[in-house]
């Protein structure tokens, strides 16, 4: 079992900057990715970003809605994943979640699905006003 607990969300204006943090415990070293998921009222959950290290792959991904203004990390020392994000924006007002995959077969696949991930934080809310 992976236990996983966000922080770091918060209201923030529009084009300012924020840093999500993910720490992980239990079964961290089975973990072969991680990702940042979001929910936004009245939408599905949907991909933002997603570091894969494991099933022979070493590699990020990026939803086309932050590319070029979020980068996601790892701190091994910490079990801990960041999402730093940059130029928000009113759109990016959402729950952010944050998952982890133990399965290899991640790595035969893009890992930007939800069905994909087994273990999900319980959110942090992020608003950008305008």
């Known amino acids: 079992q992976v236990h996983l607990v966000e922080s770091g969300g918060g209201l923030v204006q529009a084009g300012g900057s924020l840093r999500l943090s993910c720490a992980a415990s239990?079964?961290?070293?089975?973990?072969?990715?991680m990702a940042w998921f979001r929910q936004a009222p009245g939408m599905e959950r949907e991909f933002v970003a997603a570091?894969?290290?494991?099933?022979?792959?070493?590699?990020?991904y990026y939803a086309n809605s932050v590319k070029g203004r979020s980068t996601i990390s790892r701190d091994n020392a910490k079990n801990t994943v960041y999402l730093q994000m940059n130029s928000l924006k009113p759109e990016d007002t959402a729950v952010y979640y944050c998952?982890?995959?133990?399965?290899?077969?991640?790595?035969?696949?893009?890992?930007?699905?939800?069905?994909?991930?087994?273990?999900w934080g319980q959110g942090t809310q992020v608003t950008v006003s305008s």
């Open positions: 998952a982890a995959c133990d399965t290899s077969a991640i790595g035969l696949f893009t890992p930007t699905s939800i069905s994909q991930y087994d273990y």
């Open positions: 239990g079964r961290t070293f089975s973990s072969y990715a």
């Open positions: 570091h894969r290290w494991g099933g022979g792959r070493t590699d990020y």
